[in-house]
């Protein structure tokens, strides 16, 4: 981890309409997470980590407070600049993978590129390199429905990282796979962030993977707060 600090969160609200009343979620959340730092956001089901994750990740607007990276904030930016932003600066990694079904892995992978309009073959040459390092050159042309879980999500994996984030953003990436397999996805995860000194910030039920992190964080009664050591 370094001084740097790529992420600055403060007084994060949100709150969902459930018939008649108004369920306030997150009640004043502050964050910060520094260059290369793995942080694990845990809690009960239902505590609010997917929708800070989607906060954090500008797939959904909160109702107070600033989510800044860099000098860039994101929570005033319209929903064509957002766009730009997540997909150039943050990666993301789902429970449910969202892989195009009509695409190899390979293309999968490129997607965040082609959106920009980058150099196709350049594209193809940074994917080929993603696919290797997390173990999957060998089915770069296999479609979606022709991989296991545990293989989809390491492609997701790898197209989170295609434009080179400065943060990668896990909502429950082990979630939707036997524990086997979601071991496996914890020593890539592990060692991504070795390799590549990338910035993490993962919501997660699993303790095992949330203890890799450098910091662990729960989240209870709409704050985050510190686990005891």
Do not use: W
Request: charged share 25%; with cysteine; glycine share 10%.
């Amino acid at each position: 981890m370094r001084d740097e600090r790529v992420l600055t969160v403060r007084d994060l609200h949100k709150s969902f309409r459930k018939g008649p009343e108004f369920i306030e979620v997150l009640k004043g959340v502050d964050l910060e997470a520094h260059a290369a730092e793995g942080i694990a956001i845990v809690g009960a089901s239902g505590s609010g980590k997917s929708t800070l994750l989607h906060l954090l990740g500008g797939l959904e607007r909160p109702d107070a407070g600033s989510i800044v990276y860099g000098g860039s904030d994101i929570s005033d930016m319209d929903e064509k600049a957002k766009a730009r932003f997540r997909n150039t600066r943050i990666g993301f990694v789902f429970q449910f993978h969202y892989l195009l079904p009509e695409f190899t892995a390979l293309e999968n992978v490129m997607v965040p590129s082609l959106l920009c309009a980058g150099s196709t073959l350049d594209a193809a040459r940074r994917a080929e390199e993603l696919l290797d390092m997390v173990g999957l050159g060998h089915r770069r042309f296999h479609k979606p429905g022709e991989l296991s879980g545990g293989e989809q999500q390491r492609v997701a994996i790898a197209r989170s990282l295609m434009m080179s984030p400065g943060i990668m953003l896990a909502d429950e990436p082990t979630g939707d796979l036997d524990p086997e397999t979601g071991q496996k996805i914890i020593e890539l995860f592990t060692g991504l962030r070795q390799r590549l000194d990338v910035t993490c910030v993962i919501a997660t039920h699993n303790m095992e993977l949330a203890r890799t992190m450098d910091t662990v964080l729960v989240l209870k009664g709409g704050h985050l707060e510190p686990t005891v050591p």
